[in-house]
Structure formats: C-alpha cells, structure tokens
C-alpha cells in the first residue's frame, strides 16, 4: 500500500494487493488477495473488492459495492502500447476514462467494464459479461455484450413482474415501479410526485 493511500477504520486488505498513490478507501472494506486498486480511485464504504480483481483509475465506487473475483475495470477507451509514430506510451499520451459504480451495485466474476460508463444503484452485471454501455438502477445485465436480462433488487434477487409497471421483489416483498424504463422503489416513486 502506497503511504498516501487512505484506508479508513475496520478495512482489510489481503495479501498482495497493490493500493496506489492517493487511492481512498472508506471504513469496513474488503480488498481480496492480489487485488489492484489504481491511483486516485475512490471507495466508499462496506466495499468488497475480490481476489485479483483489477479496479483502475479514475474509477469510483459507492457505498456497498461488491467486485468479484478477478473483474476488471479499464481505463483506456483506444489503448495502445506505442503512439502512432511507433514509440512507447507514456502518462501524458492518453486520458484516462473511468467507470463509475453507485451504491450496493455487484460485478460479477471475471466481468470487464469498458470505461467510460455508469452501473446504476442497485444493478447486477452478471459473471463473465463484458458492460460497455451505461447500466441503469436496479438493472440486471449479462452477455457478450451485456445486455438488459431483468430487473433486480436490493436483496440481489430477479424480481417478478406484480401487475402492469410494477415489481416485487420475492425475498423481501419490496414493490418498485417501473416508468419508461426506469425502476424506482414504490416509496421513491411516491416521494417523487
């Protein structure tokens, strides 16, 4: 761990895990063995972040994110090794891009998010997908590309449809409706007229 790193209060990091310069982790985190956590990247709090799993810079993650097992987080939207006049790379030839997870939001095992994008609060993408779009609140993605394969919710269960725009969600009964296809809590919806 670099010595600007912030870790905060109840964190664990694991071994041979690589957190960077100014890289900020918040309290009650998990970072897996062998891990990388970029420079800059910002980790909020209850974070799990698995075995070998990749997460590069400028990357963010809220509150309650689970990473899985060797998932990747890119950061470069045209990579290459050299320039076009065939020497090497350096920092200041390309500009980072990074993707942005919000709260409680789950990456499956070994899946790849190709910057710039958002995954939503609350969304899943599944083991071994490849995101490469935004993924909205609440959404379940999976495949090569990902693609949209449902609505889950705060428990991480698929939810069953429960009338027209509505769902419920068969582990802890919460209802959310959907509008235009955007999924809200039925408490959220309600605040929001």
Not at 48 to 72: C, H, M, R, S
């Amino acid at each position: 761990m670099h010595e600007t790193a912030a870790v905060g209060d109840g964190s664990a990091i694991w071994e041979l895990a690589q957190i960077r310069e100014h890289a900020s982790l918040g309290t009650d985190c998990v970072i897996g063995r062998g891990a990388y956590i970029g420079t800059g990247v910002r980790i909020g709090d209850n974070v799990k972040i698995q075995n070998y799993a990749l997460v590069y810079e400028p990357a963010t993650l809220a509150d309650g994110v689970f990473v899985g097992p060797a998932a990747v987080f890119t950061n470069d939207h045209n990579p290459r090794a050299v320039a076009p006049d065939g020497k090497a790379k350096r920092a200041h030839d390309w500009e980072a891009v990074g993707v942005d997870v919000a709260e409680g939001a789950s990456i499956g095992a070994r899946a790849v998010c190709v910057a710039p994008i958002r995954i939503g609060r609350w969304a899943m993408v599944a083991a071994g997908a490849v995101v490469t779009k935004d993924v909205p609140d609440y959404a379940l993605v999976m495949g090569v590309p990902a693609r949209f394969a449902g609505w889950v919710g705060r428990a991480g269960e698929r939810l069953e449809a429960d009338g027209e725009g509505q769902w419920r969600c068969p582990q802890t009964g919460e209802r959310y409706a959907e509008q235009d296809g955007v999924l809200s809590p039925i408490e959220e919806s309600k605040e929001q007229q």
